[in-house]
Nanobody, 128 residues
Framework: QVHLRESGENSAQAGGSLTLSCEAS????????MGWFRQAPGKEREGIAT????????TYADSMKGRFTISRDTAKHTVYLQIISLQSEDSGVYYC?????????????????????WGQGTQVTVSS
């Protein structure tokens, strides 16, 4: 069975930090790329960061560099997203996704089309 389950703090203060977790089934974790995406109210879903499970290579969307950190715990089949210096614009639904690695070049891009398995999402609200 392939599934992803996001969890973590649902609310935080601006300027603070929070960490989200994505627990994956073995099948989902074995797809090789996992990533975090978010969708703010009234906006399209955007990629934040990805991680290549086999090699631990991380990739960040240009607009997300600096405040976001993706990491993984292979033994726990879990991928994390840490966000620091929270801003109200970080509010939205955060999704975890998994997908096959690309051949040649960067195996795990931040575009959503590469990812075939999605979690249900977890709401994050940042208050000022």
């Amino acid at each position: 069975q392939v599934h992803l389950r996001e969890s973590g703090e649902n609310s935080a203060q601006a300027g603070g930090s929070l960490t989200l977790s994505c627990e994956a089934s073995a099948a989902a974790f074995g797809t090789q790329c996992m990533g975090w995406f978010r969708q703010a109210p009234g906006k399209e879903r955007e990629g934040i960061a990805t991680i290549y499970i086999l090699g631990e290579r991380t990739t960040y969307a240009d607009s997300m560099k600096g405040r976001f950190t993706i990491s993984r715990d292979t033994a726990k089949h879990t991928v994390y997203l840490q966000i620091i210096s929270l801003q109200s614009e970080d509010s939205g639904v955060y999704y975890c996704a998994a997908g096959p690695a690309l051949i040649g070049g960067n195996p795990c891009l931040t575009g959503a089309r590469q990812y075939t398995v999605w979690g249900q999402g977890t709401q994050v609200t940042v208050s000022s």
